[in-house]
């Protein structure tokens, strides 16, 4: 699975001031019952081994502010680069599957904690050179919205 998406994802117009796509699509399975089926499996994902560790390292280990180190310490194939793609796609998945109102945002957020925020944050500093070189402008567009709307949902409370 690579890194960074070489195609494009077009992101829903929203006016300036929403937080949400306005037309929710249709949920998983038959609504409460999707809707319960898909946190258990988010439920499932982040306490899981192999998300753990990836999560672990991403917040404690990875310390790389510019996408240049990004490139030059985690090569492909390495364990490193794999834990970086685990979650990233996770997060950005979420944020996607959020957005469209597919997920009921209360649940996930109680669920996930800190997990969009702390992502985002150790991104951040270097998401807007991958974003140019990759002439890709949405580039984890899904993780930097999950981020803000994480935040506000907690300053909500």
């Known amino acids: 699975m690579p890194l960074f998406r070489r195609n494009r994802t077009v992101l829903p117009s929203l006016p300036a001031n929403s937080t949400r796509a306005e037309a929710p699509?249709?949920?998983?399975?038959?609504?409460a019952t999707g809707e319960a089926a898909a946190l258990l499996q988010i439920c499932q994902i982040i306490t899981?081994?192999?998300?753990?560790?990836?999560?672990t390292w991403l917040r404690f280990e990875f310390g790389v502010n510019t996408w240049g180190d990004v490139k030059r310490k985690y090569p492909a194939?390495?364990?490193?680069l794999r834990y970086l793609q685990r979650v990233l796609l996770f997060v950005e998945t979420l944020g996607d599957l959020l957005r469209r109102?597919?997920?009921p945002e209360d649940a996930v957020f109680r669920l996930i904690g800190e997990i969009g925020l702390n992502t985002w944050e150790a991104i951040m500093p270097w998401v807007a050179d991958a974003r140019r070189e990759m002439d890709d402008p949405s580039l984890y567009a899904?993780?930097?919205w999950l981020a803000a709307?994480?935040?506000e949902?907690?300053?909500e409370g």
Do not use: V
């Open 149 to 151: 709307r994480s935040f």
């Open 77 to 80: 194939g390495s364990r490193e």
């Open 25 to 31: 699509l249709t949920t998983m399975g038959s609504g």
């Open 101 to 103: 109102n597919l997920l």
């Open 48 to 55: 899981s081994d192999d998300f753990d560790a990836a999560y």
């Open 153 to 155: 949902w907690q300053r």
């Open 142 to 144: 899904h993780i930097e």
